[in-house]
């Protein structure tokens, strides 16, 4: 289904673009850190908790950077067996209730219930509980929040673009 622009839509997807492009170089990076603790594992009998630790850190923020991408791309996961039999009126109206009623309240839950999560890391100087492993566990879990402040963005933009293709412009859809 193609949506059409809005201003809104015009200001906010460059940056995520921007940011999906840059986070993608993050599976790079990990793939990199993967290879060497492998062989500094299995080559020289060198197990490295900081490397595992490490690995996790850029997955997690590789998937949460990516997921405003994704959304605004619109290439995230869905159900397309009944999803693409659908009309384009109707998988409109599907996402604008979904955005309304299901990701608007999860993305607002998620970024109350994250931002204590962090504040409350950084006041403690919450560190790695594994001996080895890496500092400043706040930079982290401050992740979550960004992520999903971007997927509040990327949402925004979308359900500016559902309302307008849903309610001002009927007739480029119509035809006339």
Known sequence: MELPETSLSRAIDPWLVRIG???????????VVIVFNVVMRYA???????????????????????????????VHVRVDVLHE????DLKA????????????????????YSVPFVWSSYQLAEVSQSPGGLPYRWAMKAMLPIGFFLLLLATISRLS???????FNRGARDGA
């Open 85 to 88: 039999q659908f009309s384009p």
């Open 161 to 167: 673009r559902v309302w307008s293709f849903l309610f």
């Open 93 to 112: 109206w599907i996402e604008l209730y979904g955005i309304l009623l299901f990701l608007m309240p999860f993305i607002a839950i998620v970024l109350i």
């Open 21 to 31: 492009q840059w986070a993608s170089w993050l599976w790079v990076v990990l793939l």
């Open 44 to 74: 020289f009998d060198q197990g490295r908790i900081e490397f595992e630790e490490i690995q996790w850190h850029i997955y997690a923020t590789g998937f949460l950077l990516g997921l405003s991408y994704a959304y605004q791309a619109d």
